[in-house]
């Protein structure tokens, strides 16, 4: 490259900026803040150094990644990008949890409306509940003891005591 084209590498370490600089491919002249990170957190020797051991193909993406390390490292020198996936995983954990609680919650609903509908179906005077609940009903409708008489009372009662009868 000409001097008057040098790329963000050559620029920032004031060289002249050679034709087959491994450097300008990954680090344009109209990017310098790209190459400032990464020259801070590796080093120039290093990059290039790195850049030369793969093969063309993956110095692109090696590039990129290391710009991409750089600017997190920059950005919190603690953690780095690896801070940034902590928080993501722990959100990603609260929202499990939030969904599971969401799903027991709805499960949990679904099946007390089931259970409303079904006793809403089944018949509250004769049949096998009422059987089940007040035991065999006696021959004669004068043997019905007190709570059960209280609750013939708040319901029409000529079924019951059709029932009662039989």
């Known amino acids: 490259m000409s001097n008057s084209t040098r790329c963000a590498a050559c620029k920032s370490l004031r060289r002249r900026c050679?034709?087959?600089c491994v450097l300008a491919p990954y680090f344009p002249s109209t990017n310098p803040q790209r190459f400032s990170c990464v020259h801070k957190i590796f080093g120039a020797s290093n990059i290039t150094k790195m850049l030369q051991r793969l093969p063309v193909s993956q110095r692109s993406e090696a590039a990129d990644c290391m710009s991409l390390e750089a600017t997190w490292r920059v950005q919190d020198p603690v953690y780095g990008c690896v801070g940034i996936i902590s928080q993501l995983q722990q959100q990603i954990l609260m929202v499990q949890s939030e969904l599971a609680k969401t799903q027991g919650e709805i499960a949990f609903h679904n099946?007390?409306?089931?259970?409303?509908?079904?006793?809403a179906q089944?018949?509250?005077?004769g049949g096998t509940q009422w059987l089940f609940q007040f035991g065999q009903p006696s021959s004669s409708s004068t043997n019905i003891n007190v709570n059960q008489e209280d609750m013939i009372s708040n319901l029409d009662q000529q079924p019951f005591l059709d029932f009662l009868n039989r």
Do not use: F, N, S
């Not at 089944?122 to 005077?125: L, V």
């Open 18 to 20: 050679a034709e087959d």
């Open 111 to 119: 099946a007390q409306q089931q259970q409303q509908t079904q006793l």
């Open 122 to 125: 089944e018949p509250i005077i």
